[in-house]
């Protein structure tokens, strides 16, 4: 049997890219964008950061590259769904397929024909962090993780503060709630909600990066597998909040982690391992259909806007 540090720290290492997309769709659903397209950014993001490592040798490089193109990749989302008013769900599966197809032709142009990239030779190692690493139980399983995680923890605080303190949060969260009020005093609703997107696409493309560049070491058709809708349902189950999506984003991250720890320690013998690899999703389904009915969405959510209320 594992113990309990072993357990949480593999929560929380298998969270962290649902942490980090989750987030991004926050940032796009409080301004009013529904953003199903974050298994695509995902995928994109993973794609690119294994790609960039492997020409540069640091995965930093492939970190921010990923970002700079989850959010090339989130912007005709924006387009469609804000300029030209499409529907916005109809526009974020289009950039799924559209990501696993393109990603996925890339490679095998790019590899000869191989169904995934070559093992990436530089990845993110895990760093301790000095004397918070050192705490019992707590200590090695929070502060003894990869980079991509610690910039989980930060992106939680700063949207949180950025949310709720600062100027930007308040009009992010008007054009989510009134678009018509918030234009009436004087906020850029189709700027505002441009932003959002294209932030959303920075982060879900992170916690993609992190599936090829320090959990994983490559990038191929199954790297994300549905990470990203379990991250929108972290999203839905979390409330819009920050804290909930963080909560949700670990809940759905144990269940990951406790589906690949039963296949290693020999739980199959009792439960058969498609059972155990069904387990994330299975939860994602139980957890939306007893929470959706009673979510709390932000009231623009989903619905087109024109300048001048109409």
Same mark, same amino acid.
């Given at each position: 049997?594992?113990?309990?540090?072993?357990?949480? #720290?593999?929560? +929380?290492?298998?969270?962290?890219?649902?942490?980090?997309?989750?987030?991004?769709?926050?940032?796009?659903?409080?301004?009013?964008?529904?953003?199903? /397209?974050?298994?695509?950014?995902?995928?994109?993001?993973?794609?690119?950061?294994?790609?960039?490592? @492997?020409?540069?040798?640091?995965?930093?490089?492939?970190?921010?590259?990923?970002?700079?193109?989850?959010?090339?990749?989130?912007?005709? #989302?924006?387009?469609?769904?804000?300029?030209?008013?499409?529907?916005?769900?109809v526009s974020g599966v289009a950039?799924?397929?559209?990501?696993?197809?393109?990603?996925?032709?890339?490679?095998?142009?790019?590899?000869?024909?191989?169904?995934?990239?070559?093992?990436?030779?530089?990845?993110?190692h895990q760093v301790p962090v000095?004397?918070?690493?050192?705490?019992?139980? @707590?200590?090695?399983?929070?502060?003894?993780?990869?980079?991509?995680?610690?910039?989980?923890?930060?992106?939680?605080? +700063?949207?949180?503060?950025?949310?709720?303190?600062?100027?930007?949060?308040?009009?992010?969260?008007?054009?989510?709630?009134h678009p018509s009020a918030a234009?009436?005093?004087?906020?850029?609703?189709?700027?505002?909600?441009?932003?959002?997107?294209?932030?959303?696409?920075?982060?879900?493309?992170?916690?993609?990066?992190?599936?090829?560049?320090? @959990?994983?070491?490559?990038?191929?058709?199954?790297?994300?597998?549905?990470?990203?809708?379990?991250?929108?349902?972290?999203? @839905?189950?979390?409330?819009? #909040?920050?804290?909930?999506?963080?909560?949700?984003?670990?809940?759905?991250?144990?269940?990951?982690?406790?589906?690949?720890?039963?296949?290693?320690?020999?739980?199959?013998?009792?439960?058969?391992?498609?059972?155990?690899?069904?387990?994330?999703?299975?939860?994602?389904?139980?957890?939306? /259909?007893?929470?959706?009915?009673?979510?709390?969405?932000?009231?623009? +959510?989903?619905?087109?806007?024109?300048?001048?209320?109409?």
């Amino acid at each position: 049997m594992p113990d309990l540090t072993a357990l949480i #720290h593999s929560a +929380v290492l298998y969270s962290t890219p649902l942490i980090l997309a989750a987030i991004g769709g926050l940032y796009s659903e409080r301004s009013g964008v529904v953003n199903i /397209a974050l298994e695509g950014l995902m995928i994109i993001g993973a794609f690119t950061a294994a790609v960039i490592t @492997i020409l540069t040798g640091n995965p930093w490089i492939g970190l921010a590259a990923a970002m700079i193109a989850g959010v090339l990749m989130a912007i005709p #989302h924006a387009v469609a769904s804000i300029t030209f008013k499409a529907d916005q769900v109809v526009s974020g599966v289009a950039i799924n397929f559209l990501a696993l197809g393109l990603s996925v032709y890339l490679v095998k142009y790019m590899y000869e024909g191989a169904g995934k990239t070559p093992t990436v030779p530089e990845l993110f190692h895990q760093v301790p962090v000095p004397l918070l690493s050192e705490i019992p139980v @707590i200590g090695p399983s929070l502060f003894n993780q990869f980079p991509t995680t610690y910039l989980a923890y930060l992106v939680v605080i +700063v949207t949180y503060i950025v949310l709720y303190y600062t100027p930007f949060g308040m009009r992010l969260r008007s054009v989510g709630e009134h678009p018509s009020a918030a234009e009436t005093a004087g906020i850029n609703v189709i700027q505002m909600r441009y932003i959002a997107v294209m932030i959303s696409g920075a982060l879900a493309a992170a916690g993609g990066a992190g599936l090829s560049i320090a @959990i994983g070491s490559e990038f191929g058709q199954t790297t994300v597998s549905g990470q990203g809708f379990i991250s929108l349902a972290a999203l @839905i189950f979390g409330k819009w #909040h920050p804290l909930g999506v963080l909560g949700a984003a670990l809940f759905f991250g144990f269940s990951v982690s406790l589906a690949l720890i039963g296949q290693i320690y020999g739980w199959t013998q009792v439960v058969p391992s498609e059972v155990l690899s069904m387990l994330p999703y299975v939860l994602t389904l139980l957890a939306l /259909a007893g929470f959706v009915g009673r979510s709390e969405a932000p009231a623009a +959510v989903g619905k087109p806007y024109e300048k001048g209320g109409r």
